[in-house]
Nanobody, 121 residues
């Protein structure tokens, strides 16, 4: 089970933190990721983190503004700063992803229900 929380409405330039808790997974070699889908657009990657060694990858569109962290092996956070209206989307957490040097792959991942983030101008 994957459950996100923390979405909402924020003004441009503001900050927001999303949380994601996963249960029922093998945590020995585990990674979680964040993806988003804006209206009329395809789902795109935000970033991912491998919990055993904290290896992370961020997509260019959010690099230096968003930070992914983990408190324990099955909970991750997405801290979003300097938010822009184009960051408006449904944000999805995915559990059991793979962290690569140039992308996050979610082929066999389990997905949360998504949480809406709206950034007003």
């Amino acid at each position: 089970q994957v459950v996100e929380s923390g979405g909402g409405l924020v003004q441009a330039g503001g900050s927001l933190r999303l949380s994601c808790a996963a249960s029922g997974f093998n945590l020995d070699d585990f990674a979680m990721g964040w993806f988003r889908q804006a209206p009329g657009k395809e789902r795109e990657g935000v970033g991912c983190i491998r919990t055993r060694d904290l290896k992370t990858y961020y997509y260019e569109v959010v690099k230096d503004r968003f930070t992914i962290s983990t408190e324990n092996a099955n909970t991750v956070y997405l801290e979003m700063h300097s938010l822009k209206p184009e960051d408006t989307a449904i944000y999805y957490c995915a559990a059991d992803v793979a962290v690569h040097s140039d992308h996050c792959s979610a082929g066999s991942a389990s997905w949360g229900q998504g949480t809406q983030v709206t950034v007003s101008s």
